[in-house]
């Protein structure tokens, strides 16, 4: 991986890693860049190129993605599981198997809220950053169940 000064057409700094780079993610907002290669992943500063984290998981990662407050990101890779990590510790917060093939990319909606998994197996999988918090697709499902509620509680009163 090489940092460039595009104006100077100048080689700035090179990182060379002992294993082939699966990925990399510019997260421009946070002048952050992700690099998965291995079982690694590694955060870089885009200013200066210093690494910033790495952090090891028990397979192969494929695709990783920062969240917007930087605190923790999302992974996947050869063992079919999707992975939420926190950046400051390295612990695996949430893991999911949902996938029947090696998980390729992985990215953050904008505003943090989901994030998709694609997969080998062909089907991309939407999650819930915060389980259980009503938002976009899973609001419906809480309006029905409020209509629900409403309408057997009027059938109850006509009673």
Known sequence: MKMWDRRAKKELKTQSFDQAINSMV???DVKVVT????NNVALYDVTTFDLLRTHSLPCVV???SLHIDQRYF???GEDLYVYKVSIETGRVLESYKKHFGPVHCI???PDGELYASGS???TIRLWQNCVGKTYGLWQRQILITAVRVTMTLLWARCV
């Open 26 to 28: 510019l997260k421009d």
């Open 35 to 38: 690099v998965t290669y291995g």
């Open 107 to 109: 990215r953050y909606s």
């Open 62 to 64: 494929n695709s990783a």
């Open 74 to 76: 999302v992974c996947g």
């Open 120 to 122: 080998e197996d062909g």
